[in-house]
């Protein structure tokens, strides 16, 4: 098992970035882990790579892409990270294809993966591509969720999200996963967008793992547009949880973090494209 202080994760695309470094609306992140070198999610597609370029970060040790769910803004740089990581294996929710739509304001706007990027996967030897929707260990002592039960009641994808361009059929989103590493101090959490909730992706990774200690979360929580009543009810669910450090970022929404930074005894660090875990 690694020790925590062999993890070294650092936040290489988000909705906030320094000067020196590329924002957008996106999520990628840098995980070396033992012998691995995980890029998690690739952003909106902009960023990615002068990002990695300004933070001397060298995609070509990729050993595997994993991506959190297919939405646009974690899968828009798949093409262009995959052109320096070419070793790398990819781990991919089979869902991630879907196409859908996000209709805030009556007018369907396109959220799935860009054709680039769906191109770029397809092209990929099958045997660097693993397509899981249940749980998987991909490496010692790492794994990813697969499918997260929705089990909790009050946690729903978080947003406007559909399946057609009429917003007929809701998108459950059920591609979405995250990530987990198993260390000595407890689990280190990686979460894309979590539209299964953060509440329902702690549980099942416990659930999962027989570990009830959670040394780090860090990712996008997706609570931007949350309700008060689930607000409190998330807050609740954190407080019950045995919790180190909270870094939320990319789509859980400024006011949420202060929020969780005055109402949850954990630490709590708003990340930060280039930030250091
Ligand atoms: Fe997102
Ligand atoms: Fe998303």
């Known amino acids: 098992m690694l020790s925590a202080k062999e993890i070294r994760i650092q936040i290489i695309v988000d909705n906030t970035a320094p000067e020196g470094l590329y924002g957008e609306h996106g999520f990628s992140v840098w995980i070396e882990a033992g012998r691995e070198r995980i890029l998690f999610d690739t952003g909106k597609g902009e960023a ?29 740089g798949i093409a262009e990270a995959l052109a320096f990581a070419s070793a790398a294996r990819v781990v991919l929710h089979p869902g991630v294809f879907t196409d859908r739509w996000s209709i805030r304001t009556g007018v369907p706007k396109p959220a799935m993966m860009p054709a680039e990027s769906q191109k770029a996967l397809v092209a990929l030897p099958p045997e660097r591509v693993i397509r899981t929707g249940e749980p998987s260990m ?58 299964s909730g953060i509440v329902n992706t702690l549980d099942h990774i416990i659930g999962l793992t027989g570990e009830r200690r959670i040394a780090t979360i860090l990712g996008g929580f997706h609570l931007f547009a949350a309700s008060p009543e689930r607000l409190e009810r998330t807050i609740e669910g954190l407080g019950s949880h045995d919790i180190g450090r909270m870094i939320p970022c990319h789509c859980t929404g400024s006011e949420v973090a202060e929020q969780f930074r005055r109402r949850l005894t954990v630490p709590v660090i708003p990340g930060h494209a280039g930030l250091i875990v």
Do not use: K, Q
């Not at 991909?138 to 009050?154: A, D, H, Q």
């Not at 917003?167 to 967008?193: F, K």
């Open 48 to 76: 990615v790579i002068p990002n990695c370029n300004a933070l001397g970060i060298d995609l070509s040790t990729t050993t595997i892409l994993v991506l959190s769910h297919g939405h646009y803004d974690h899968t828009g």
């Open 138 to 195: 991909i490496s010692e002592g790492v794994g990813v969720t697969g499918t997260v039960p929705r089990l909790n009641g009050f946690e729903d994808p978080g947003g406007p999200f559909y399946l057609d361009t009429e917003g007929r059929i809701p998108d459950p989103i059920e591609d979405d996963m995250s990530l987990w590493i198993e260390t000595a101090e407890g689990l280190v959490v990686v979460a894309g967008c979590c539209h």
